[in-house]
């Protein structure tokens, strides 16, 4: 059975080095500037973060499947 997913990943500059967040079940449709928005959310919101991010350096949409394979 093939299952597919979405994730969008969005790549920081922090105040402790670069850091990625992984958000599963992202919509495939997300628009740049919805994920620019939230990447500003983010970052006006940092305080709630141990490492602050304080630039969104990139953003991915990743679209994954995964094939179960039955190996009895």
């Known amino acids: 059975m093939a299952r597919a997913?979405?994730?969008?990943?969005m790549k920081?500059?922090?105040?402790?080095?670069?850091?990625t967040w992984t958000f599963n079940y992202a919509?495939?449709?997300a628009t740049v500037q919805s994920i620019k928005n939230l990447g500003e959310v983010m970052i006006a919101n940092g305080e709630i973060?141990?490492?602050r991010p304080l630039s969104l350096?990139?953003?991915e949409i990743v679209n994954t499947t995964?094939?179960?394979v039955d190996i009895s």
């Open 66 to 68: 995964v094939t179960t």
């Open 57 to 59: 350096e990139s953003a």
């Open 27 to 29: 919509k495939p449709a």
């Open 5 to 9: 997913g979405t994730s969008l990943q």
């Open 49 to 51: 973060f141990h490492n």
């Open 12 to 19: 920081f500059g922090t105040t402790h080095g670069d850091k």
